[in-house]
């Protein structure tokens, strides 16, 4: 006879559940989650701006079948430790060298990186310093050429020029209601269709205490990307890896032109255009984790 609460189906396999962790990474407590078998080819999600590991859940739960998914949360986000900056120094070499810390902390000698916005300069960064440990490269929405910033970084490029006089409208923007609604709609009218949480939570966690002086830091320094822009670009033309960029074309801060450029450097890249907008793993979930697939596959 049945127990109260027995399962009528098989349970679903629980090595393939999502795990929530933490471990410590030269005195920081970095939270992690991951999913998939531990056996499995390794794949390091990196988030972008203002979100954290909790951004890629829904690959989580639909590719844990096919890859050992890995998604930290930087220092500063999510539920990573955030340091006083009097103690850290909250820079995309900082976030890169944490990111570094904790692969060799869990002990990966060889991944895939999915970038996505902030993923991609602390990405290349990674790929750069450990090109022999990089199987393959996805690239979701995250620049590497100056044609892929749309308009709207002229605010940061006169933010970057002089810090002090600019630095009232960055702030204002980190809190802005406008622009959280922007990096999920776009420029797309079925305004209805979208789950306000989705920009909620994420302006939630940049109210919360000595978050705006994090976030001023890292924009401040985003500079040096652009800088290190022909390095990476260089990486891309010499080492060639395998390159599957999924695209987001109602994305207000990063063009498709930046998709475009970055094929040009890696002509064997497959380029997919979704209608979708910044945060495309929201909006197209199945398509994308269907083109990862076989991506992943083809290696």
């Known amino acids: ?52 590991s909790r951004m890629f859940e829904p690959l989580l739960e639909r590719l844990a079948g096919d890859c050992r998914l890995i998604a930290p949360d930087y220092p500063g986000f999510g539920y990573s430790d955030a340091p006083e900056r009097g103690s850290y120094t909250y820079s995309f070499d900082a976030l890169a060298q944490a990111i570094l810390g904790f692969t060799e902390a869990l002990g990966l000698a060889r991944y895939s990186l999915y970038l996505q916005d902030y993923g991609g300069p602390v990405g290349f960064r990674v790929a750069l310093a450990r090109p022999e440990r990089v199987r393959s490269l996805i690239v979701q929405n995250a620049v590497m050429h100056e044609e892929g910033l749309t308009p ?61 002086e994090i976030q001023l830091d890292l924009i401040h320094d985003y500079q040096s990307n652009l800088r290190a822009y022909p390095q990476w670009q260089a990486y891309l033309r010499e080492r060639r890896p395998p390159l599957l960029i999924p695209w987001g074309i109602h994305d207000p801060i990063f ?41 992943l596959r083809s290696l």
């Open 1 to 52: 006879m049945r127990q109260v609460g027995q399962a009528e189906q098989p349970a679903a396999d629980s090595a393939l559940a999502t795990r929530y962790r933490t471990i410590t990474v030269n005195g920081l407590k970095i939270f992690y989650r991951e999913a998939g078998r531990p056996e499995a080819p390794a794949l390091l999600l990196l988030h972008g701006y203002p979100a954290s």
């Open 152 to 212: 709207l970084w002229d605010a940061r490029r006169a933010y970057w020029a002089e810090r002090a006089p600019h630095e009232a409208r960055i702030r204002e923007g980190l809190h802005s209601l406008q622009a959280g609604i922007a990096r999920h709609v776009g420029s797309r009218p079925n305004f209805e269709r979208f789950n306000p949480d989705l920009w909620m939570d994420e302006i939630a966690f940049l109210q919360r205490p000595g978050m705006d």
């Open 255 to 295: 063009s498709s032109q930046g998709a475009q450029a970055m094929r040009r450097e890696q002509p064997a890249a497959e380029v997919y255009l979704l209608d979708a907008g910044h945060f495309a793993i929201n909006d197209c979930p199945d398509d994308i984790a269907g083109c990862v697939r076989v991506f």
